[in-house]
Each structure stands twice: as structure tokens, then as C-alpha cells.
């Protein structure tokens, strides 16, 4: 019996490699030339996408592989991050710089103002798309920053990991490669910037971070997803109707810093010293994280009507999470803006630059409405 089915393992054996001999492409130099109506047309160029790294979790470095928290944000350079993804070269001809090495915690208004510059000159070149690898706890300001400043229908992306790249199941690498091919796809070109993570397209104005520790912790809650990578391929199901990028009338290639904006919280009883101490600083405009629909506190509204007629432009946001802040009488009255759906860390951004060009508070609530 078992002579039998060694016989038969033997038979089948031979029968394979036969038949994929003979499947075997015709190798070089080989006498019988390929007809040349079956010769392979040359292969496309591919794109050149363009990483530029930032730090954050995708380049952490921790002791060991099981250690997932507590590691060292912003270690590995952008050359190791490509090195650990030989296929990368698989789908782009790709390019490096090291724009910082932070933890995300630490972004500020200087390295954006430097990102979005980079980027806009590297896509007015022969870039096909870029990626800004990124810590996650800042990049949904990061990404919708670079939503209204860059001039390009070029595809930009961010990403990062939530996991060390020293980690068992690091999620780095293959969130690197799907936001390169995401980048270096013209099916992406238009979509504005962008934040992938998990197979996820996320459009830059509704991302937001959801979970301290989980890898899927991406989301652009009730709006959704803009589409999926499958197979290395963008999929898009939506788009957004928000203007952004080539539509967008920001621009920051001449400034080297923006307004200051600073952003206050809303909670039951909250005490004046925190805002009496941002007012006294005299910052350009205030963004409240208010309760609910954007509702101020008896106790914040005096203060911030005495601001905005002092000229610091107040805008009411949520810290709700979802859903738009509506405009009421008393806004008209205050001469309050409301941030729509946007959170309050986006409203900062939007407001900073909307501030780069008016400080007339109707206008600013028509940016409001438009991006
Ligand atoms: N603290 C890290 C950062 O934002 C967290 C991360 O990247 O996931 O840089």
C-alpha cells in the first residue's frame, strides 16, 4: 500500500515539472526566437513618489518585540523605514528626505509651513505623489493642513503606525506600502490629501483619531471612509464636496508663521483661568471646545464677547465629536463663527489661515462653510 502511493507521489511529481517546463518563459539566448506579435509591450514608467518622513510611531524603536507601549517615537530614519519594505521599488521609483524625527506631539506651525512648501515643490516637478509618514496622535491636523495649502491634484498622503517598527506585527511596513501605491496612482489624483491606515483612505476633513492603542483606530465617522487599497490598488467609493487643494484659497509659500490661535475646553464648572490666561495673551482667535451644539458656559460667554470685540475671532466648535455646530441669533450678535462639522484642533488649523487673509468674521464663517 505504501509502495503504491509512493509510486503515484513519484508519477505526479514528474507530470509537474514537465508541465511547468514547458509553461517556463523562453529564456535569453534560447534558439527558437519569440514571435513577435507575442513579445511583451515595455512596461509603464513607474511613478515617482516622493517619502517624507516626520517620526512618530512608523519609526519608534522599542526593547523588545512584545513591548507595544512606553517605546521611543521618531528613532528610525526615512532610509530604514524604505529598507524594511524591499517591495516598495516594486511600485514606485522612490525618493527620501528626512523633513524632522518627533514624536507627533511636538508638530509645529514651522514644520508644517516647511511640509507644505516641500511638497508644493516637488509636485510642481516630476513627482507623481507623496507620502509625509507621521506620529498619529497629530497627523489628522497635519493631513488637513496640507488639505488646504498644497496646489496640486497630485496625490498626498499621510501615514504612521500604531505599533513600534521594532513590534511583532509592526503595522508600519505594509501602511508604508499601501500609502505609496496609493500616491503613485493616478485613480488618486483629485481626492485632496489624504490619511491611510489599515487598507483605509480617509479624506483629510473628517479623519480624526479614535483609540488610544488599537491599530484601527483611524476614523471619519459618520461621513466614512473614501475608499479602501485592496491588492496594492486604490478603491474609491466617495469623494469630498469640501473644497481643498487646487481650489483652496490659502497660500502659505510666502509666510513663515501663521496667527496664533490658541483652543479652550468646555466642561461642567470650568474655571475662568485658563481663558482669562489665553485672552490676556492676545492670541488672533480662539476656537472653544464647547458642549454639546458648541454651547458656552454663562461663565465663558462674557469673557469671549468682551474678546471678540476686542477683534480676536472667536469660533464655536464641539467636543462632542460628530455632528455640525449650528449657527443662532446670539453668534450674530457676538459676532461668533461656528466650525460646522470640524473639531476643534481642525478649526485651529482653518482658522489660522482663513486669519492669513481676514479677520472680518462673516468672511470667516464663509471659509467655514466652503472648506
Ligand atoms: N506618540 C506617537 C506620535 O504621534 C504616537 C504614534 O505615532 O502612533 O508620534
Known amino acids: 500500500?505504501?509502495?503504491?502511493?509512493?509510486?503515484?507521489?513519484?508519477?505526479?511529481?514528474?507530470?509537474?515539472?514537465?508541465?511547468?517546463?514547458?509553461?517556463?518563459?523562453?529564456?535569453?539566448?534560447?534558439?527558437?526566437?519569440?514571435?513577435?506579435?507575442?513579445?511583451?509591450?515595455?512596461?509603464?514608467?513607474?511613478?515617482?513618489?516622493?517619502?517624507?518622513?516626520?517620526?512618530?510611531?512608523?519609526?519608534?524603536?522599542?526593547?523588545?518585540?512584545?513591548?507595544?507601549?512606553?517605546?521611543?517615537?521618531?528613532?528610525?530614519?526615512?532610509?530604514?523605514?524604505?529598507?524594511?519594505?524591499?517591495?516598495?521599488?516594486?511600485?514606485?521609483?522612490?525618493?527620501?528626505?528626512?523633513?524632522?524625527?518627533?514624536?507627533?506631539?511636538?508638530?509645529?506651525?514651522?514644520?508644517?509651513?516647511?511640509?507644505?512648501?516641500?511638497?508644493?515643490?516637488?509636485?510642481?516637478?516630476?513627482?507623481?505623489?507623496?507620502?509625509?509618514?507621521?506620529g498619529t496622535d497629530t497627523q489628522e491636523e497635519t493631513v488637513y493642513f496640507l488639505n488646504l495649502t498644497i496646489k496640486s491634484p497630485k496625490p498626498v498622503v499621510t501615514v504612521g503606525a500604531m505599533r513600534p517598527a521594532t513590534a511583532l506585527s509592526a503595522d508600519g511596513p505594509l501602511n508604508l506600502l499601501q500609502a505609496v501605491s496609493v500616491a503613485g496612482s493616478d485613480n488618486a489624483r483629485g481626492k485632496g490629501a489624504m490619511l491611510i491606515m489599515n487598507g483605509q483612505i480617509n479624506g483629510a476633513r473628517e479623519v480624526t483619531k479614535t483609540n488610544t492603542l488599537q491599530p484601527e483606530t483611524f476614523r471619519s465617522n459618520d461621513m466614512g471612509f473614501l475608499g479602501y487599497v485592496v491588492n496594492n490598488k486604490p478603491v474609491f467609493y466617495r469623494g469630498s464636496l469640501r473644497k481643498h487643494t487646487t481650489e483652496a484659497e490659502f497660500d502659505i509659500s510666502k509666510l513663515d508663521r501663521l496667527p496664533k490661535v490658541e483652543i479652550i475646553y468646555g466642561y461642567a464648572d470650568a474655571g475662568l483661568e485658563a481663558l482669562n490666561g489665553i485672552i490676556a495673551a492676545n492670541p488672533a482667535g480662539i476656537v472653544v471646545a464647547g458642549v454639546g451644539n458648541g454651547t458656552?458656559?454663562?461663565?465663558?460667554?462674557?469673557?469671549?464677547?468682551?474678546?471678540?470685540?476686542?477683534?480676536?475671532?472667536?469660533?464655536?466648535?464641539?467636543?462632542?465629536?460628530?455632528?455640525?455646530?449650528?449657527?443662532?441669533?446670539?453668534?450674530?450678535?457676538?459676532?461668533?463663527?461656528?466650525?460646522?462639522?470640524?473639531?476643534?484642533?481642525?478649526?485651529?488649523?482653518?482658522?489660522?489661515?482663513?486669519?492669513?487673509?481676514?479677520?472680518?468674521?462673516?468672511?470667516?464663517?464663509?471659509?467655514?462653510?466652503?472648506?
Not at 515595455?42 to 517605546?71: C, D, E, M, R
Not at 461663565?299 to 468682551?306: F, H, I, T, V
Open 1 to 134: 500500500m505504501k509502495n503504491t502511493s509512493f509510486l503515484l507521489l513519484c508519477l505526479s511529481c514528474v507530470l509537474i515539472l514537465s508541465i511547468s517546463a514547458a509553461a517556463a518563459p523562453q529564456q535569453p539566448g534560447a534558439a527558437t526566437p519569440q514571435p513577435a506579435a507575442t513579445a511583451q509591450p515595455p512596461k509603464a514608467a513607474k511613478p515617482k513618489v516622493s517619502i517624507l518622513a516626520t517620526g512618530g510611531t512608523i519609526a519608534g524603536s522599542a526593547a523588545s518585540a512584545t513591548q507595544l507601549t512606553g517605546y521611543k517615537p521618531g528613532e528610525l530614519t526615512v532610509e530604514q523605514l524604505i529598507a524594511a519594505v524591499p517591495s516598495l521599488k516594486d511600485f514606485a521609483d522612490i525618493a527620501a528626505e528626512q523633513i524632522a524625527n518627533i514624536d507627533s506631539s511636538d508638530m509645529t506651525v514651522d514644520i508644517w509651513l516647511k511640509l507644505a512648501k516641500r511638497i508644493n515643490a516637488l509636485l510642481a516637478g516630476d513627482t507623481s505623489g507623496v507620502v509625509v509618514t507621521h
Open 296 to 371: 458656552l458656559s454663562g461663565a465663558y460667554r462674557k469673557p469671549l464677547e468682551e474678546a471678540a470685540k476686542k477683534g480676536i475671532v472667536v469660533v464655536r466648535a464641539s467636543r462632542v465629536g460628530t455632528g455640525p455646530v449650528t449657527r443662532d441669533s446670539t453668534d450674530d450678535a457676538a459676532g461668533f463663527v461656528v466650525s460646522d462639522s470640524l473639531n476643534a484642533q481642525k478649526a485651529r488649523i482653518l482658522l489660522m489661515l482663513a486669519l492669513t487673509k481676514t479677520k472680518d468674521v462673516k468672511d470667516v464663517q464663509r471659509i467655514f462653510d466652503t472648506y
